[in-house]
């Protein structure tokens, strides 16, 4: 077994190095007949081939050492490993593949066993742009995001593929895929009122992915875009220092109570016609969505949020006149949407039917999260589902039923499980039995679908269902066989109001002897957008929890109230009171290990977070030393009047004194009695002034503590910066918890 820094280097990726098969990328062919996919290690991959109709599974190919060999002499090379030579493969017809070996491009006839090479193009066309695979294929632009730096994406393909759409200069641009030449769809963007559209492909679909939004019409001749106004908002200075004269570039940074961008909704047509700018009334303080095209593309739904996430309105835009009806709208005494779910992802939850004529509404106004079905006059017509559980989210909608995941099981509440209700009302159908978190990805024409499941200790297995639920066969099972490890645990634990169960992962170290003590170590987030205890398997918090359990430590994640996927009321205690349940619950999660593990007894214990982790990890430090012994915060979000992000958890400044009062942290420095660790990116303009606030808080406090700079990055790390973190967290928590344990 591996432990010390090596165990801590292996399992910082998470566990994909170690583990293989269990979860697959589908090939769907275009008769809706099979599925294709491979399976196994890259030295000895192998596929299978799934008859749809009987669930007859055979080898994607009978007589691999001759298909390799074809491949050889097709391509001239001889292909690496022992096994199938491909990464991915594609259907370009009922019985014929695509796939890329080394730099060449095959096709593969599942007949005969034939192999051909796609001709080369020529160097001088490919580097001209004018080679069909340049024209054809997806370019980066740099595309503008609230708060953020400019992130690279790429251009949005028409529905039936023959133009993309990206933005330059503020514009949205339009590049033919016939020639590569470009034709801007709008004059009048610039970098202070620039547009933007969403970069959910419609392409995704036939991976059986859940979208909400689509920006084409469904004849690819209208594209709905946003412009988004940022004359008046607070910009914030980021300062580089690398180059040989410093450099300071401002970012738009809407701050907690000033001014908000103004977005706006247009619908531009690519044939030359004048933009239409939806009827939307004032945009000050909203958040409009494009929801959905219906389906003759003459028509908008459009989904707008109040500032303070409070009210939503659903409206049906004429995409020619722009005029809009209202169809209804809900309010909430707290939040209604996770806001950044609305602001980042357009995660609206919002769905309308195939036909056009009904929408799914996601609402919590029982109490729990459910799903509501409405007709185009604004009319409830049902809800679809009811119950003490909440819906996560809608996966796919047919004529018949909306099939969708939910943490049904009251005994594991963090579970996710695949279910579908019919539209015409009825009782739902849970579509998976077995206890962990299950994710799905539909055929094309919807008829079955793969899903895939796992547990913290339990690797992913795979097994193909026809729509209905039943099994048509076992697709995969993950090999762990060369993953070393002691499994984590999940547990439960009691809050602090004595009655709310918590659930959390204890993560160990591979070489864990339950006679010996532990110090324990929580990695800690308690921001109120997600939950982040891994129920599945690896995990982005997992893997660092699991990681840093290899340096001799016992570590656990666990969410409090506060956070979202149980019902209202519990994520309704971070409404007007952000650290409510963060620091009681937490605690307590603390002492109720101790108390119950024997080889946590005496352990000391420390904390680390990134981000709103950041503030989390300093405040339990700060409130609770008698349980804490270290914190880190890394690029810690400590100020809540430094973003809108907090808006609509904790109102405004303006109107809401005493909830912004009691999120502050930097009162706070002068009773931390913890060892503490400040670190964050010298551009991070996110949180870099709040890293320096609390550094100076501190000082004038008279308490020690570091502060870790890491040059020129961001609010997330590169990975020399992020491996030079993890090596200054462990040195730390080495100084400052591992005395006198045995």
């Known amino acids: 077994m591996t432990t010390g820094h090596a165990g801590f280097d292996r399992f910082i990726n998470g566990l994909g190095a170690f583990v293989t098969g269990g979860a697959i990328i589908p090939a769907w062919s275009p008769d809706g007949k099979s599925l294709a996919f491979l399976d196994g290690t890259p030295e000895e991959r192998g596929g299978r081939l799934i008859d749809l109709e009987s669930g007859e599974s055979r080898p994607l190919v009978a007589d691999v050492a001759a298909l390799r060999e074809a491949v050889r002499t097709a391509t001239g090379r001889t292909p690496a490993g022992r096994g199938l030579p491909f990464d991915h493969v594609g259907f370009t017809g009922p019985r014929s593949l695509a796939a890329v070996v080394g730099s060449a491009q095959v096709t593969v006839d599942l007949d005969s066993g034939a192999v051909g090479k796609v001709p080369e193009e020529r160097a001088l066309d490919v580097h001209l742009g004018i080679a069909g695979s340049v024209r054809r294929t997806p370019r980066e632009f740099l595309r503008s995001t609230p708060l953020i730096d400019p992130q690279k994406a790429r251009e949005l393909a028409s529905p039936d593929g023959d133009a993309f759409v990206s933005i330059a200069g503020g514009n949205v641009v339009l590049r033919s895929v016939a020639d590569g030449r470009t034709v801007p769809l709008t004059d009048d963007g610039c970098p202070e009122q620039d547009y933007r559209f969403d970069l959910v492909d419609p392409q995704l679909a036939v991976l059986g992915m859940a979208f909400d939004v689509c920006n084409w019409s469904p004849d690819g001749s209208r594209l709905a875009v946003y412009r988004a106004d940022n004359r008046g908002v ?267 169960e918590l659930w959390g992962v204890l993560f160990f170290p591979a070489d864990f002897d339950e006679t010996k003590q532990y110090p324990l170590i929580e990695y800690v987030y308690g921001g109120p957008q997600i939950a982040v205890a891994p129920h599945a398997f690896g995990g982005h918090f997992g893997n660092p929890a699991h990681a840093l359990a290899q340096l001799g430590y016992v570590t656990f994640v666990v969410d409090g109230r506060g956070t979202p996927e149980r019902s209202k009321a519990f994520h309704d205690v971070v409404y007007h009171d952000w650290a409510r349940g963060l620091v009681p619950d937490h605690a307590a999660v603390v002492q109720q290990l101790k ?148």
């Not at 809800?383 to 909306?402: F, I, N, S």
């Not at 949180?687 to 550094?695: N, P």
């Open 234 to 500: 607070y910009e914030i200075p980021q300062v580089h220092h690398l180059k040989r004269e410093d450099e300071v570039v401002h970012r738009y940074f809407a701050q907690a109570g000033r001014p908000l961008e103004r977005t706006t909704l247009h619908v531009l047509d690519v044939h030359g016609r004048a933009p239409v700018r939806l009827d939307l009334g004032d945009p000050a303080d909203t958040y409009p969505v494009h929801a959905a095209w219906l389906p003759d593309g003459a028509s908008l739904v459009v989904f707008v949020l109040s500032r303070d996430c409070r009210r939503a309105e659903v409206l049906l835009a004429d995409a020619t006149t722009g005029q809009t009806r209202t169809l209804f709208g809900e309010e909430s005494e707290t939040f209604l949407r996770i806001h950044h779910d609305v602001y980042y992802g357009k995660k609206i939850g919002l769905f309308l039917t195939p036909d056009g004529t009904r929408l799914i509404w996601l609402s919590e106004r029982s109490g729990w999260k459910h799903l509501y079905l409405y007709d185009l006059e604004g009319n409830l017509l049902r809800q679809l589902t009811e119950g003490e559980w909440p819906v996560d989210y809608v996966q796919r909608v047919d004529d018949d039923y909306a099939y969708f995941t939910a943490h049904s099981d009251q005994d594991r509440p963090y579970d996710l499980h695949l279910a579908r209700v019919p539209l015409a009302g009825g009782a739902v159908e849970f579509l998976s039995e077995q206890p962990g978190v299950h994710g799905v990805m539909f055929a094309a024409n919807g008829e079955s679908l793969i899903d895939t499941w796992s547990t913290p200790a339990e690797a992913p297995r795979s097994v193909l269902r026809r729509a209905g639920g039943t099994v048509i066969c076992e697709l995969s099972a993950a090999d762990t066989s060369e993953l070393e490890w002691t499994p984590p645990r999940q547990f439960t634990a009691t809050a602090v109001d004595g009655e709310t």
């Open 595 to 742: 108390e119950r593990h024997p080889f946590l007894s005496a352990a000391k214990v420390g904390v680390v977070g990134h981000s709103w982790g950041g503030y989390s990890a300093f405040r339990l430090a700060a409130e609770r030393p008698d349980v804490y012994t270290a914190a880190v915060s890394s690029a810690p979000g400590f100020d809540p009047y430094s973003s809108v992000l907090y808006e609509c958890y904790l109102g405004f400044p303006q109107t809401d004194r005493a909830a912004y009062r009691k999120a502050e942290v930097y009162p706070l420095a002068a009773q931390l009695k913890a060892e503490f660790m400040l670190v964050c990116g010298s551009i991070d303009h996110a949180t870099w002034t709040d890293a320096m606030k609390m550094s100076e808080a501190l000082i004038r406090a008279g308490k020690d503590h570091e502060f870790v700079v890491l040059p020129e990055q961001m609010h997330g790390y590169d990975e020399v910066h992020d491996a030079y973190f993890w090596r200054k967290v462990a040195g730390f928590f080495r100084a400052h918890l591992q005395e006198g344990i045995r």
